[in-house]
């Protein structure tokens, strides 16, 4: 099959790049950045530069493609980041209906079925909107948990302080994903030939922060690291100390407040929250060590 996977080399894109080129597939991924062409080519796939922001290029780059990975950067810079994020996925549906293509994996993540209270996530939620009004092409809308790899921005916290934390309690069910289950639950789809549009919750691990950060603190030598829970404004506040612009830094706070009230987690659930990621907390707490 001939697949286009956005993204660049990123956490998702690169182990999917190289599952799909080892089982023969013709591989073309879209970076922005000149510089990655040599590498992207040295993986066996073609290389495709240009912005998302440009229709034309996506055009060029999506005719005769048999499939689409569809994601948007997690941050279209530090302000009106919804509405930046929004706008990549028109560009992206715009692309889609005047070249064809069939079959679309959209990366997702739970809580994109809200529209409030989940930060970030409302952007795909918007984007899943536009995808699902698409005549003639199926849409897989892969939603994934909260990224493990998240937890390395905790590791100045820990350091500096000796917790870890988030404005949301410690005896709470956290849906984590790592990129690698993502990127296999990805290649699945690309080859499927199903009609219609469904959502795939794609979930490595469901644990309580306790857990977490009893795992990742037994992991670095420090089993009795503490999760603290924060209020919102302390979340703020943390995160624009931290250097992250007050915009984003609103909205990762938002997320950490449907967390904690539920809503990013409630049709997870009401999916009788499937867990199909192979990759464990205590697996991943070696690479969070490594990282420390």
Same mark, same amino acid.
């Given at each position: 099959?001939?697949?286009i996977i956005?993204?660049?080399l990123?956490n ?6 190289q599952q799909?080129?080892t089982?023969?597939?013709d591989?073309?991924i879209?970076? =922005?950045?000149?510089?990655?062409k040599g590498?992207?080519? @040295?993986?066996?796939?073609k290389a495709?530069i240009? =912005?998302i ?12 493609a048999d499939a689409?990975f569809?994601?948007?950067p997690?941050?279209? !810079? ?8 929004v706008?990549? !996925?028109?560009?992206y549906?715009d692309?889609f ?10 990366l ?5 079925? @809200?529209?409030i209270e ?5 952007g795909?939620?918007f984007?899943?909107?536009l995808?699902n009004?698409?005549e ?7 939603r ?20 870890i ?6 005896h709470?069910n ?5 990129p690698?289950d993502?990127?296999?639950?990805a ?6 030939? =199903?009609? !219609?549009?469904?959502?795939r919750y794609?979930?490595s691990?469901?644990?309580q922060p ?13 089993p009795d ?9 302390? @979340? ?9 612009p ?25 999916? @009788? =929250?499937p ?5 464990k907390l ?7 060590a490594l990282?420390f």
């Amino acid at each position: 099959m001939k697949i286009i996977i956005t993204g660049s080399l990123g956490n998702v894109g690169r182990p999917l790049a190289q599952q799909l080129i080892t089982e023969g597939h013709d591989i073309t991924i879209i970076s =922005s950045n000149e510089s990655k062409k040599g590498e992207i080519e @040295s993986l066996g796939a073609k290389a495709a530069i240009g =912005s998302i922001t440009d229709t034309n290029f996506l055009e060029a780059t999506f005719k005769g493609a048999d499939a689409v990975f569809a994601m948007t950067p997690p941050n279209m !810079g530090g302000e009106n980041i919804v509405e930046n994020t929004v706008n990549v !996925g028109k560009k992206y549906a715009d692309a889609f209906r005047k070249t064809g293509v069939k079959r679309i994996v959209m990366l997702s993540s739970i809580g994109a079925e @809200s529209p409030i209270e989940n930060g970030p996530i409302k952007g795909l939620h918007f984007i899943e909107k536009l995808y699902n009004d698409l005549e003639n092409v199926s849409v897989t809308f892969l939603r994934a948990g909260y990224f493990y790899i998240n937890f390395f921005n905790d590791i100045p916290l820990i350091k500096n302080a000796g917790i870890i934390g988030a404005n949301y309690p410690q005896h709470i069910n956290i849906p984590l994903v790592h990129p690698k289950d993502i990127a296999k639950a990805a290649a699945e789809e690309l080859l499927k030939t =199903s009609e !219609g549009n469904h959502v795939r919750y794609i979930v490595s691990d469901l644990r309580q922060p306790i857990e977490i950060s009893r795992i990742l603190g037994s992991a670095i030598g420090k089993p009795d690291l503490p999760w603290v829970e924060f209020t919102d404004e302390e @979340s703020l506040n943390g995160m624009l100390q931290a250097g992250l612009p007050k915009e984003m830094a609103a909205l990762y706070s938002e997320m950490g407040r449907g967390l904690r009230t539920g809503i990013v987690q409630a049709d997870f659930i009401q999916h @009788s =929250s499937p867990v199909h990621g192979n990759i464990k907390l205590e697996e991943f707490a070696k690479e969070f060590a490594l990282r420390f």
